[in-house]
T-cell receptor, first 115, second 115 residues
């Protein structure tokens, strides 16, 4: 039962161009969505999040878009840099203060940014 | 400041042996999580501790898995009678107290190999 799906295992982009990473979810109870970035031999690091009451959140080169009706979110990186090459995990969360913990991670998408 | 630390970084054990994995969360973080990542898979939730509340053990795959958190800080994940399917990277994360603190800070993980 994959509640959070990242259907593209890998993505290759030229430096300077836009990277678009996609994520789909099935459960409407999630109220926060997050993106994490992971380099080899390191733990994931938090990148950006979005509340379900918003449809866009931007932080520098990173923008996350949320389409609740389609249960779809995407991460845009522009311009892409070689240092962005990593595995990106999408996560859907119900915060602990709601009385229960639930964070589901996708399988990840490996991004290659070519110089 | 110091991040989440985990030890050992790598562990090779024989099938049937017990193993203990340690996590030191960021000081002051009240929430602590254990995940595992099998090859090519996403992060699988195992267990969640929040302050003095009873832990959420709903992700533990079998009764061979247990975890404790002493003094609200350090946590140990114990796997008894290890099996080859337990081979994975075990990740620990913590998060600070307060509403809206949904992002988690991950350690580098412990790579467990059961031979």
């Amino acid at each position: 039962d994959q509640q959070v799906k990242q259907n593209s295992p890998s993505l290759s982009v030229q430096e300077g161009r836009i990277s678009i990473l996609n994520c789909d979810y099935t459960n409407s109870m999630f109220d926060y969505f997050l993106w994490y970035k992971k380099y080899p031999a390191e733990g994931p690091t938090f990148l950006i999040s979005i509340s379900s009451i918003k449809d866009k959140n931007e932080d520098g080169r990173f923008t996350v878009f949320l389409n609740k009706s389609a249960k779809h979110l995407s991460l845009h990186i522009v311009p892409s840099q070689p240092g962005d090459s990593a595995v990106y995990f999408c996560a859907a969360s119900r915060p602990p203060y709601t009385g229960g913990f639930k964070t589901i991670f996708g399988a990840g998408t490996r991004l290659f940014v070519k110089a | 400041g110091a991040g989440v630390s985990q030890s050992p970084s790598n562990k090779v054990t024989e099938k049937g042996k017990d193993v203990e994995l340690r996590c030191d969360p960021i000081s002051g973080h009240t929430a602590l999580y254990w995940y595992r990542q099998s090859l090519g898979q996403g992060l699988e939730f195992l267990i969640y501790f929040q302050g003095n509340s009873a832990p959420d053990k709903s992700g533990l795959p079998s009764d061979r898995f247990s975890a404790e958190r002493t003094g609200g800080s350090v946590s140990t994940l114990t796997i008894q009678r290890t099996q080859q399917e337990d081979s994975a990277v075990y990740l620990c994360a913590s998060s600070p107290p307060g509403q809206g603190a949904v992002e988690q800070y991950f350690g580098p993980g412990t790579r467990l190999t059961v031979t």
